[in-house]
């Protein structure tokens, strides 16, 4: 039993190549390879804050510690200039980098292993081609015993199955392109869907609401609580802008999500929310009616209006007129005005995460490209001011009770 | 500028007299004689003056209309021209105290003020030393000269044994008269002459010499510096409601619950003007709101389509005008290698970080009004054109704004300001201009197309040249009414005047269009459009951004076809001197000639221009980084080399110089205003991104090459256009790709590298 | 009324309690350094300390501030007795139109308080929230790494 366990565990290492030469790869392969690097999102685990595109060495924080991306560029001595395809397609789709070692699931191979080989082959040509960066490897910080790696083997065993995606006749092939990209390059799942204590997404929770960076990431299932329900054309224009008029804007770990798939196929993005839609169900007809009734409200222009509070002696409600109301009421349209409210998915949600992340820290502006901010409140609202203006906001904008341990969520986010 | 009303000059003595008997000192009488002004309507000679007097002694002779000194010793100076942040005030006293021979802080300078100062017509185009400064120089060189006279009378020593210091005349004997014991009513009321004896630079003390500025330490400790600090008793706060876009029209508006709002006291409307006046600023913002919400406007769909924007302009009517042709006979036989290229530039803000703001008062049947304008004489004419007041009843005072790098909503918040104000007399009224209203209605650097084409000879010349830039006026300023949007906006519906090219050599579109390098055979020419999609005026440096933009950009084109380095092509076909010399010392401090080679992400370029082909010469080397994956570009170093003439205040020089590089970074690297078919879209920091600190190079050196005894040559403008273009080169020489159309954004600059 | 403590001092205040804390300062307490810029929280103008934290004035309603410690460049010296932050700022010349400039102050005062051995890095990354037009930006990080050095030696500004 221990032998065949070592058997599974042990992994040979696969020879080091001499670096290829860019030029002997075509040149369609790696535009196509480019496509689907920005479907994988890859360049936002790769890329360190400040630091250079694919260099590795951003923290990715786990319930175990915290993992350092690698460098994925060609480099010979700290990428992957050295790996041979075999060895790119192994780690894709086995977990198990070029010398055999176990890699931990926070590259989710768990999803990587759907893929075709020919969507391998040009991502493999990609990533060789992109200029050799030399940036060593950010040891891990994991407590004994996870740092030691022949264990991922064990958690293989439990929940990782290895295999290509096997389309499903009873969909179209839009649905099933849509399906293999959401659940193999995309790894929508890694971050959408809840998981169990070991850190493996639970299969019967699909696209269920998880967490990811400190943020949470919305239940796109049949559970979704969007106030307006999602449909295939709304997806599609929410992935290819980053925003939408009835949905708010992508930010968070969402937000480079969406500025990677802004460069690829319409088709992709068609196939995506066909099948994300598809997951999501059918909206029940109140949720639909409340919608239309948001939809025309939305609809209006409140240009201009005046943030007059109701509610005056509600801290919660002063609050809001006093410190939200001129940008969430100023008419300004979306991406860079602020939403109105009742359309906030931060405020209905199934977790009041985000909610309390953006009132702290706002959305700060990052480089000078055009991106919604907003000023954070950390130092100016105390606990106390900050449930009452969620409980406002809660009972007005969504008329839902407020979250369970909305204290716990307030603490953790200080 | 049109003739001002005959009572205009004893006006504005009387103020001026009632202004300083305060001061219980000697009242010296002066005349402010019409001027034109300096920027945009070249440089008439007053009536009547024979000779040429130096710098704005032309429209303004008599001395004491610069320099006044009281009996006690105290000297204050005079200048038309304004603080915007530039440092002017500073450099303006230098010069005072050094040809005055008074220590700088027995000086007191008094700025642009309809009732006090020279009409000296805008603070723009880089004139102030030029025209400020060369006046007050030989204003303060010959009121020395006078003083030595009379104290050589009184002491009855020679005048040339004489000599001026701080503030005293001393005799060889050691005998001392000060100033303010030889000061006499009358005795500077004399005009200007011709030639002034000047100081010998190299026995300067006080010029040529970096001074801290007088307003940093006021700026830095919360003093009150800025219109927007002004607080006068009874002041009002007033918001004003502007149109969702151009033309709209108020077709309803419901105030009445706006009426009833707390420290509301009125409500102004006159045709599409509308605006709110509270008792405190809050309220007036709330109640600004609350109008906006109840009122309802018809818009029209009038603004081109912005993806289409350069092709939407060059299909315009313009007028042609061949401002330069060497020589008229037909180019030589066709050379060796030929390019064509063609570069635009978007619509760019000025979006100074505070919104415009005036503050006004009527009383006593004379409209005083406080406003960050960059030309108080032009702003109380259409003012006064507005409100149908004689211009004698209009008093405008300039008081700094935010950083003024145009023709900004400065002039239109006075406008503001004097329309609310004249319906509330007695009461002060402050507008404050929000944000989004700053963005949406300041008047943009205008969006512009050049098309250049050359060719070379077999040694690697240029042997012809042919260059045409399209473009709008650079200047909608007032003067006329009707340049206000309060003009424009009440029920009178005053027209904007008729959009108008500046004429060369300073011209506007066309700006530095016309090369300064030698070539044996050049055309360039000038279409002006006269229909303006956009609100469109003066942006710092007009066409001189874009014109010297192309043309550096061009050249190292040319030079890359002749596979000559960029710097040394440029000394091949320059001849002046003093560029020469310039673009030698920028190449030397950057160290171009051991540059790192270009390509593999990492690149050095290089742009040289003289502003105006009059002002400045500039040049600047860059390096940067180029990031293959997003196209991102990170400046890392940048070396300049300046010539102003004489130099007065190096540092200041130097803060000028590293601003307009790095406002022009943000301008090249970021900006476009952007616009649907009805409205302005970028209204606030998100929409209208622009410089930030993680962008900053990690040096920036200004080299001045010094030119003791030249006349001033002013430098606020001189390094925007070079520094784009040793943008620009610096990008085609790390990547290969070279963009000619601005921004160069990293969403283009990736898409030109590709995968 | 409301309560303000500013600089040191408490203020009463008869402004709406929803009224931006900017606008008490400029108006009723007539501090002229914080700045309007932009009222949404996005340029800086307006920064000032509010226990010890930069905070944009502009969007911050003064019923937030019971109790709390406000501070703005008028309380970290004056034209006379200028603080070091302020004489870092006079010595390097950091400034052109100079309204960018009390916020800029403040916001390096708030992390200079927090870390007096801040990297460069540092210092561009936290000024990366304010803006300014006149491109003064070589000259305000050069002031704010005098401003370390000077307050090393100085007795540290009242906050
Ligand atoms: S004025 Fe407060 S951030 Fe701009
Ligand atoms: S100095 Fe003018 S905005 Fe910064």
């Known amino acids: ?414 | 500028m049109t003739a001002l009303l005959p009572n205009d000059t004893a006006s504005a003595h009387i103020s001026r007299r009632a202004v300083l008997q305060g001061a219980g000192a000697l009242i010296v009488s002066f005349t402010i004689s019409p001027a034109a002004s300096s920027q945009d309507k070249g440089r008439a000679k007053a009536a009547g003056t024979a000779v040429k007097l130096a710098g704005s002694l032309t429209n303004t002779p008599y001395l004491d209309a610069w320099i006044r000194i009281d009996a006690d010793g105290s000297v204050t100076a005079f200048t038309g021209k304004a603080e915007l942040g530039q440092g002017i005030k500073t450099a303006l006293l230098q010069i005072t105290a050094e040809e005055l021979e008074v220590p700088l802080d027995h000086l007191t300078l008094i700025t642009a003020d309809t009732a006090l100062t020279a009409n000296e017509g805008y603070t723009a185009g880089s004139h102030s030393m030029q025209d400020s400064g060369t006046a007050l120089r030989n204003a303060a060189a010959q009121a020395r000269e006078i003083l030595i006279g009379v104290a050589a009378s009184r002491m009855n020593v020679p005048a040339a044994q004489l000599k001026a210091a701080s503030g005293v005349v001393i005799a060889p004997s050691g005998a001392r008269l000060s100033y303010g014991e030889l000061v006499s009513p009358t005795l500077l009321h004399v005009q200007a002459q011709p030639v002034s004896k000047l100081k010998d630079p190299a026995s300067f003390r006080v010029m040529n010499r970096s001074q801290p500025r007088i307003d940093i330490p006021g700026k830095v400790t919360g003093g009150s510096v800025y219109v927007q600090d002004m607080r006068l008793p009874g002041m009002l706060h007033a918001r004003v409601v502007r149109p969702p876009s151009y033309g709209a029209q108020l077709a309803a508006v419901d105030s009445a619950a706006v009426e009833r709002m707390p420290g509301v006291m009125s409500i102004v409307r006159d045709g599409n003007f509308l605006a709110v006046v509270a008792e405190r600023e809050y309220q007036a913002i709330k109640a600004m709101r609350s109008l906006a919400a109840g009122s309802k406007w018809q818009e029209q769909s009038t603004l081109p389509k912005q993806a289409e924007l350069a092709a939407t302009l060059s299909g315009l009517p313009s007028q042609e005008f061949r401002i330069f042709e060497k020589p008229e006979s037909s180019p030589p036989d066709a050379a060796a290698t030929a390019l064509e290229a063609t570069y635009t530039r978007p619509y760019v803000a000025h979006a100074s970080i505070g919104p415009s703001c005036a503050v006004a008062q009527l009383r006593d049947e004379t409209l005083t009004v406080w406003t960050h304008t960059q030309g108080v004489y032009p702003d109380r004419q259409a003012i006064a054109e507005m409100l149908s007041l004689p211009p004698d009843r209009v008093h405008c005072i300039h008081v700094q704004g935010s950083g003024c790098y145009g023709h900004n909503g400065a002039d239109d918040a006075a406008g503001d300001a004097a329309l609310i104000a004249s319906k509330m007399p007695g009461r002060p009224i402050r507008v404050q201009w929000m944000r989004e209203q700053e963005f949406a209605w300041e008047p943009f650097g205008p969006a512009m197309v050049a098309k250049a084409r050359a060719s070379l000879d077999s040694s690697g010349r240029i042997a012809d040249w042919e260059y045409g830039v399209w473009s709008n006026t650079h200047s909608m300023r007032p003067g006329p009414a009707g340049a206000l949007l309060a003009g424009q906006h009440m029920a009178l519906a005053l027209p904007p005047p008729a959009p108008k090219p500046l004429p060369q050599p300073e011209g506007g579109g066309d700006r530095n269009a016309i090369p300064l390098y030698a070539l044996p055979h050049a055309k360039v020419v000038h279409h002006f459009i006269p229909s303006m999609p956009l609100r469109v005026s003066a942006l710092r440096s007009l066409g001189g951004y874009m014109n010297v933009f192309s043309i550096e950009s061009f050249m190292d084109e040319l030079a890359l076809a002749a596979e000559t380095d960029p710097v040394a092509f440029r000394l091949k076909h320059l001849d002046d001197p003093r560029a020469r010399e310039v673009v030698t010392v920028a190449a030397d401090r950057f160290g171009w000639s051991g540059r790192q080679k270009g390509g593999s992400g990492r690149g050095c370029g290089f742009g040289f221009a003289r502003y105006k082909n009059l002002a400045a010469y500039c040049a600047i080397a860059m390096q940067l980084a180029v990031e293959h994956e997003t196209g991102r570009i990170r400046v890392e170093r940048i070396a300049a080399a300046v010539d102003t003439g004489q130099a007065v205040n190096p540092d200041g020089i130097r803060n000028q110089i590293e601003g307009g590089i790095l406002q022009s970074m943000s301008w090249t690297l970021y900006e476009a205003v952007s616009f649907d078919d009805t409205r302005i879209l970028c209204v606030d920091w998100s929409t209208y991104p622009i410089l930030r600190f993680g962008s900053v190079p990690n040096s920036l050196d200004v080299h001045i090459v010094e030119r003791p005894g030249q006349p001033f040559l002013g430098c606020g403008e001189a390094s925007q256009g070079p520094a784009s273009a040793a943008l620009a080169n610096a990008v085609a020489d790390a990547t290969g790709k070279r963009l000619r159309d601005l921004p160069l954004t990293a969403a283009r600059l990736k898409a030109a590298i590709g995968v | 009324m409301m309560e303000l403590k500013v600089n040191g001092r408490v203020h009463s205040v008869d402004a709406a309690p929803d009224t931006p804390l900017l606008y008490v300062l400029r108006d009723d307490l007539q501090l002229n350094a914080a700045k309007y810029g932009c009222g949404l929280g996005q340029c800086g103008a307006c920064t000032v300390i509010v226990d010890g934290e930069a905070v944009f004035s502009c969007v911050i309603p003064i019923l937030l501030l019971q109790g709390k410690e406000i501070t703005t460049v008028e309380g970290l010296g004056s034209i006379d007795q200028p603080g070091p932050m302020q004489r870092a700022f006079i010595e390097e010349q950091a400034a052109q139109c100079g309204y960018c400039i009390p916020g800029m102050m403040m916001r390096a005062q708030a992390l200079l308080q927090k870390n007096p051995l801040v990297s460069d890095e540092e210092i561009r990354r936290t000024l990366e929230q304010n803006l300014c037009r006149c491109g003064t930006h070589m000259r305000i990080l050069r002031a704010v790494r005098r401003a370390v050095q000077l307050m090393q030696v100085a007795t540290p500004a009242r906050t």
């Open chain 1, 1 to 414: 039993m221990i032998a065949a366990f070592l058997a599974f565990a042990w992994r040979s290492a696969v020879e080091p190549i001499e670096p290829p030469a860019a030029s002997g790869f075509d040149r369609s392969l790696i535009r196509h390879g480019a496509e689907l690097a920005a479907l994988g999102d890859c360049s936002a685990c790769h890329t360190a804050r400040e630091g250079r595109v694919f260099a590795g060495g951003r923290p990715i924080g786990t319930p175990f510690g915290t993992i350092y991306s690698t460098n994925i560029t060609p480099d010979p001595s700290t990428g992957i200039g050295r790996w041979s395809q075999v060895a790119f397609t192994r780690a894709m789709r086995e977990g198990v980098d070029r010398n055999g070692r176990h890699l931990y699931p926070a590259f989710p191979y768990d999803h990587f292993t759907l893929i075709s080989d020919a969507d391998i082959k040009a991502l493999y040509a990609y990533l060789m081609t992109r200029q050799p960066i030399q940036a060593p490897a950010h040891a891990n910080e994991l407590p004994f015993p996870l740092n030691v790696r022949p264990l991922l083997a064990g958690w293989k065993l439990l929940f990782f199955r290895e295999g290509r995606y096997r389309a499903d006749s009873g969909h179209d092939s839009t649905w099933n392109r849509g399906a293999y990209l959401a659940a193999g390059l995309a790894h929508c799942g890694a971050c959408h869907t809840p998981r169990n204590r070991l850190g493996a997404e639970k299969d019967n929770r699909l696209f269920g609401g998880g967490d990811s960076e400190n943020w949470h990431a919305y239940a796109i299932n049949t559970e979704s609580q969007s106030p307006v329900p999602w449909d295939a054309s709304a997806l599609q224009f929410y992935l290819r802008n980053g925003w939408h008029a009835l949905h708010g804007v992508a930010r968070g770990p969402m937000a480079p999500v969406v500025e990677n798939l802004a460069g690829v196929p319409e088709t992709d993005l068609v196939a995506i929310a066909a099948y994300v839609v598809s997951v999501m169900g059918n909206p029940t007809p109140a949720r639909l009616q409340r919608a239309a009734g948001l939809t025309a409200t939305a609809s209006r222009n409140t240009a201009g209006s005046s943030p007059q509070s109701a509610l005056a002696n509600d801290v919660g409600a002063t609050i809001y007129a006093a410190a939200c109301a001129s940008c969430h009421e100023s008419g300004q349209p979306l991406p860079f005005g602020g939403i109105n409210l009742a359309l906030s998915i931060d405020v209905s949600g199934e977790e009041p995460t985000n909610l309390i992340h953006v009132v702290l820290d706002g959305l700060p502006a990052t480089g000078e490209v055009q991106i919604p901010i907003m000023p954070g409140f950390a130092s100016t609202l105390s606990d106390r001011q900050l449930l009452a203006l969620l409980t406002y906001l809660r009972a007005r904008f969504a008329g839902k009770p407020l979250w369970n341990d909305v204290g716990k969520s307030i603490g953790d986010a200080r």
